[in-house]
């Protein structure tokens, strides 16, 4: 991966992550036990300290930064949907920023909450636990059920093992040039979007 030492500071990825030979890790990155890092994200710690905790995912084209002397971190078990901005805030322990979200300096989104895709979180921004966070200016549009709560946990286990599973067998090849006979199907879980109550707006 293309990985870079910034005045003396190197980024620590545990050997139990994986992180895509194409995201970009500088300075100040702490990545930890069995973290999924996409396609194309990038983790800029040349200002502040960038933190993933154990088993959280940051998605596809992501991006992570933040001002000098501030920590952005994802908690333990924490979701990021493809291609949102974390800049400078704190996403809490199991819970989900949603596709495309920009969650913005010095916010904190509680434990076990979800930020629909697409929402603006501004600076300062804070919500209880188990929220459901919309809209652009973001803001708390309800408390989760138990049941959505395990809905968002259910995907965060299928990064966890597609962590595991990119460790073990993701390699560079060469496209076919046509269809092979008797295509294997990946085993990727039965994960579903959850359409009934937090929408299109939710999945990541």
């Avoid at 139990?16 to 973290?35: E, F, M, Q, R």
């Avoid at 040349?46 to 971190?73: I, R, S, W, Y």
């Avoid at 600076?123 to 919309?134: D, N, R, W, Y």
Wanted: net charge negative; charged share 20%; glycine share 12%.
């Amino acid at each position: 991966m293309p990985c870079y030492r910034l005045e003396g500071v190197t980024p620590v990825v545990h050997p139990s992550a994986y992180v895509h030979p194409t995201a970009v890790l500088i300075g100040d990155v702490i990545v930890g036990p069995g973290c999924y890092v996409g396609p194309g994200a990038v983790m800029r710690g040349d200002f502040g300290q960038l933190v993933l905790e154990e088993g959280a995912n940051l998605q596809d084209t992501c991006v992570m930064h933040g001002f000098p002397g501030c920590v952005t971190k994802v908690e333990k078990n924490g979701h990021i949907g493809h291609g949102a901005v974390l800049h400078g805030c704190v996403v809490g322990q199991d819970a989900m920023v949603g596709m495309n979200a920009v969650v913005m300096d010095y916010a904190v989104i509680g434990a076990r909450s979800i930020v629909a895709a697409a929402a603006f979180v501004k600076t300062g921004f804070e919500c209880p636990p188990q929220s459901l966070v919309m809209g652009a200016p973001a803001k708390v549009k309800r408390e989760l059920s138990d049941q959505e709560v395990a809905w968002k946990q259910q995907g965060t286990r299928e990064y966890q093992r597609l962590t595991e599973r990119c460790r073990d067998s993701l390699e560079p090849c060469e496209p076919l040039a046509e269809l092979d006979v008797d295509r294997p199907r990946l085993k990727a879980g039965d994960t579903q979007p959850k359409q009934q109550t937090l929408g299109q707006e939710s999945r990541s």
